[in-house]
């Protein structure tokens, strides 16, 4: 039976993190970031191993050589080893991007950004950065500096082995993304907002979309510290819930697009994509103001049906083509 390059790296993936996971005493996601670092390395990084565990280890690991397998298989085949360790551990802030979904911001990040041969790109909510590096792996002969940040730390261990795998450089910075961050302004902003209250009012009080009272939405800070951090002209890719701007603190985040973006297009996900309608999403792409800037004749608005099937997928690009040949 033939089994596909993904199914066979998922399972070398699985298989090595469970024996870890037995011997180390930690969790799946832990022993999935310990055996993708193994693999990056070519060599068994743990002291505390047994000697037996070591040469099973050694003998799974030998199955594998990395450069046989396309930057995409790797990031499917760690997706789906991730995803099974997030079953297990049932964190509500573990959540990634679909695929399909990834795939699209992929794609639209390479039709905007068409003309620049090299760029820089953040996403502040990085995750495990399968986001991001589906991103990557859209753009051909590009010269790509990628940056990241996240707070929680077997999410960013895992980013950084993800990346590490796929040999995408990315800088990685483990912290509060909505506190100070040291980095220049990029050209191109690429997020699955975290969706929720930012805890630290205090923090939020230094931002211009502070709530008037109560806890802030940490989506709206997310854009605001986005955009702060984003060259005049720069473009920002979102995925947002289909309610940000009927929420009761859109009256501010109305303004303060009006004031220093543009925006662009907005596409509606597939509502059979998500598990209850309140919970759909959608991805808004939006340009901040500088020299040149315009709005678009007309913004590229679209509700997309499905995007499983290849011939409606095959549609919407056409439309989008179509777009930008008018714009």
């Known amino acids: 039976m033939n089994i596909s390059p993904v199914e066979e790296l998922f399972t070398i993936f699985n298989e090595t993190a469970i024996v870890l996971q037995e011997e180390l005493s930690c969790t799946y996601l832990e022993a999935l970031a310990e055996t993708g670092e193994n693999l990056f390395q070519s060599s068994i990084l743990q002291d505390e191993l047994s000697e037996l565990t070591v040469k099973r280890l050694k003998k799974q690991y030998e199955?594998?050589?990395?450069?046989?397998?396309?930057?995409?298989?790797?990031?499917?085949?760690?997706?789906?080893?991730?995803?099974k360790g997030m079953k297990e551990s049932i964190q509500p802030n573990h959540q990634m991007t679909p695929d399909a979904v990834g795939m699209l911001v992929g794609y639209l990040v390479g039709k905007f950004l068409q003309q620049q041969k090299q760029f820089r790109i953040l996403d502040p909510a990085v995750g495990t950065g399968n986001l991001l590096t589906t991103?990557?792996?859209?753009?051909?002969?590009?010269?790509?500096?990628?940056?990241?940040?996240?707070?929680?730390?077997?999410?960013?261990?895992?980013?950084?082995?993800?990346?590490?795998?796929q040999e995408h450089s990315v800088r990685f910075f483990h912290q509060d993304s909505l506190e100070q961050l040291f980095i220049d302004p990029v050209d191109v902003v690429v997020s699955d907002l975290p969706v929720g209250y930012y805890p630290n009012d205090q923090r939020a009080a230094d931002y211009q979309l502070k709530a008037k009272e109560g806890h802030t939405y940490s989506h709206h800070l997310f854009i605001e510290q986005s955009v702060k951090h984003t060259m005049p002209g720069g473009y920002l890719f979102f995925i947002i819930p289909n309610g940000l701007f009927e929420s009761e603190q859109s009256q501010l985040l109305h303004e303060y697009i009006k004031e220093n973006l543009v925006i662009q297009g907005l596409l509606q996900l597939p509502i059979s994509m998500f598990k209850n309608k309140n919970a759909a999403k959608s991805i808004v792409i939006m340009q901040k103001n500088g020299e040149n800037v315009r709005p678009p004749k007309q913004a590229l608005l679209a509700k997309l049906p499905s995007l499983s099937s290849a011939a409606v997928t095959e549609r919407i690009v056409r439309q989008i083509d179509e777009w930008f040949k008018e714009r």
Not at 139 to 158: N, R, Y
């Open 63 to 83: 199955q594998i050589n990395l450069e046989g397998f396309s930057k995409e298989e790797i990031r499917k085949a760690f997706q789906l080893v991730i995803l």
């Open 135 to 165: 991103v990557l792996n859209q753009q051909f002969q590009k010269d790509i500096e990628s940056i990241g940040v996240e707070l929680d730390d077997i999410l960013i261990k895992l980013a950084y082995v993800n990346a590490n795998l």
